[in-house]
């Protein structure tokens, strides 16, 4: 059923109310308070995401383990934001976690943003560029020598080759 105001929430989710889909274009992005985020010369470009993208990105969903299209690319390039384009992780800094996402050790600096998870134990990522939801980071796991392990959803990311 659609709303007749577009402006209006479509849904509440537990981390805030959120406007239909379709009303997430740089015009309407709204923050969790109904305000805008982002003073409107700064705002991203949004491009337009399939339902399942959605579902993670804007919604905080996440893609089954082991299926997603990056999980075992070792290829040289930068993984982006699949929602704004924004440069969110180097392939240097991939590793093979065997957690059933692709994970990272470190992000490309000021390009993720940490908060806490809804759940209260786990620590959320998003892009900090358009707030689209990335995975989770978990830290003292020790698989690398930085011992952060960045879970990001395959279908949160674009993969540009080098």
Not at 16 to 42: H, Q
Not at 54 to 67: A, D, M, N, S, W
Not at 131 to 152: A, D, Q
Request: hydrophobic residues 25%; glycine residues 8%; proline residues 10%.
């Amino acid at each position: 059923m659609r709303r007749s105001d577009p402006m209006a929430p479509a849904h509440t989710h537990r981390s805030g109310s959120f406007g239909p889909p379709e009303s997430r274009s740089p015009a309407r992005y709204r923050s969790d308070r109904g305000r805008s985020a982002v003073p409107d010369t700064e705002k991203p470009a949004l491009r337009p995401l399939t339902r399942a993208e959605q579902r993670v990105i804007l919604h905080k969903g996440t893609e089954p383990p082991f299926t997603g299209e990056y999980e075992h690319k070792f290829e040289p390039g930068i993984y982006e934001c699949k929602q704004c384009g924004a440069p969110l992780y180097r392939s240097d800094d991939k590793f093979e976690a065997h957690c059933g996402w692709p994970a990272f050790d470190q992000e490309i600096p000021g390009a993720v943003r940490r908060l806490p998870d809804a759940d209260g134990e786990r620590v959320e990522i998003q892009c900090a560029r358009c707030g689209g939801h990335l995975g989770h980071v978990f830290e003292g796991e020790r698989f690398t020598p930085r011992n952060t392990r960045h879970c990001v959803n395959s279908i949160s990311l674009r993969f540009q080759p080098k």
